[in-house]
């Protein structure tokens, strides 16, 4: 799994494992025996390159089902040699305080290619990619007589204050500006 970690773990995550994730290794939630067919399935998401999805056990023998999602990602040079990741709990379940570490079993694992084509690789900013080639905005605004308004931004005043009578005491202004472009 070479440098396969836990880049961001949000707190369900640490809730459920009883520590912080981040920065640990992906292998450190598998059983011994699954590490390897977890690597394999990295391997293969980046050589297809595909969408590796694996459904997950506790190694404990509780019937809570988990899955794992493997997403590639091209690099600045164009190689898919990145994953994004995402593990989370099919079920609703408690972790009780002095339950032994998570660890997971593979039920099934899957690959389902993703295709790439040369103009996708070509159309992106470093060479490769996936993302589509993003189409520039262009406002034709308002007609006036003196033709079509350069963009910019318009502060929209008014609000709470404007229906007051000028001697009623005033709140300070709102935090919160809506902006527009009219």
Known sequence: MGNMRFRISGTALADAFGMELRGMPVGSIMDLAARQSLTELL??????????????????????AWEILLLPLRSDNGRVDRVIG???????????????????????MAITPVEVTVEACEST?????????SASFHHPGPLSPRGPRKPGLVAITGGRHDDLPPDAPRRPPPRLRLVSDR
């Open 43 to 64: 391997r293969e998401t980046l050589a297809e390159p595909g969408v590796g999805h694996a459904r997950l056990r506790r190694a404990d023998g509780r019937k809570e």
């Open 86 to 108: 995402a593990l989370h709990c099919l079920e609703d379940t408690m972790v009780r305080v002095g339950d032994p570490p998570l660890r997971f079993t593979i039920d099934a």
């Open 125 to 133: 900013a470093y060479g490769g990619g996936f993302a589509d080639v």
